[in-house]
Antibody
């Protein structure tokens, strides 16, 4: 059974940093691209970042480029999102998910809430 | 930049009725990369349809997807109580890499 479990969310002040983690099990971690997608409560979904299967390539939404860094630890089957220079508008539930060649998100974790507020 | 516009914003129907949800792209997109998700309150999104018309594993056959070019449709042939939820379309392309529609809320009439 596939499981992806996010952690690391919480309350942080504007300008602060936070690192999210996503532990994946039940899937061949090195087969898939991994992603973070966020959702402002009661609002829509926004893709944030992705990393390819071996961690050699990444991509970001314009809104987070230069502030967020996605990485993966293949040995630990874990995905990370380092978030720096956080802004109020980064407040959201952050979901971890994965895609294959057809570029759809197979399965989503339950998400972790990040609140940026003073 | 590709923008996906879903309509209607809210659809109010009764169990047993047929639901038709629309996703319109601002320019022609590949149906290979058009996807539909369902999201229930307090839950993560769930994959329903990929490649515009292929059902994901475990999705009942009352759900179907169709369309090409700029116009895509998710149809639920006969609504069950558990189908009342939010539905999002999504596309993989060049700009942005992964675009989502704003969602359609399907609620009970």
């Amino acid at each position: 059974e596939v499981q992806v479990v996010e952690s690391g969310g919480g309350l942080v002040q504007p300008g602060g940093s936070l690192r999210l983690s996503c532990a994946a099990s039940g899937l061949s971690f090195t087969t898939y691209w991994m992603h973070w997608v966020r959702q402002v409560p009661e609002k829509g979904l926004v893709w944030v970042a992705r990393i390819n299967s071996d961690g050699s390539s990444s991509g970001y939404a314009d809104s987070v480029k230069g502030r967020f860094t996605i990485s993966r630890d293949i040995a630990q089957n874990t995905l990370y999102l380092q978030m720096n220079s956080l802004r109020d508008e980064d407040t959201a539930v952050y979901y971890c998910t994965y895609s294959s060649a057809r570029q759809y998100f197979h399965y989503w974790g339950q998400g972790t809430l990040v609140t940026v507020s003073s | 930049e590709i923008v996906l516009t879903q309509s209607p914003g809210t659809l109010s129907l009764s169990p047993g009725e047929r639901a038709t949800l629309s996703c319109r792209a601002s320019q022609t997109i590949s149906s290979t990369y058009l996807v539909w998700y369902q999201q229930k309150p307090g839950q993560a999104p769930r994959l329903l349809i990929y490649g515009a018309s292929s059902r994901a594993t475990g999705i009942p056959d009352r759900f179907s997807g169709s369309g090409s070019g700029t116009d895509f449709t998710l149809t639920i042939s006969r609504l069950e109580p558990e189908d009342f939820a939010l539905y999002y379309c999504q596309h993989y392309g060049s700009s942005p890499l992964y675009a989502f529609g704003q969602g359609t809320k399907l609620d009970i009439k």
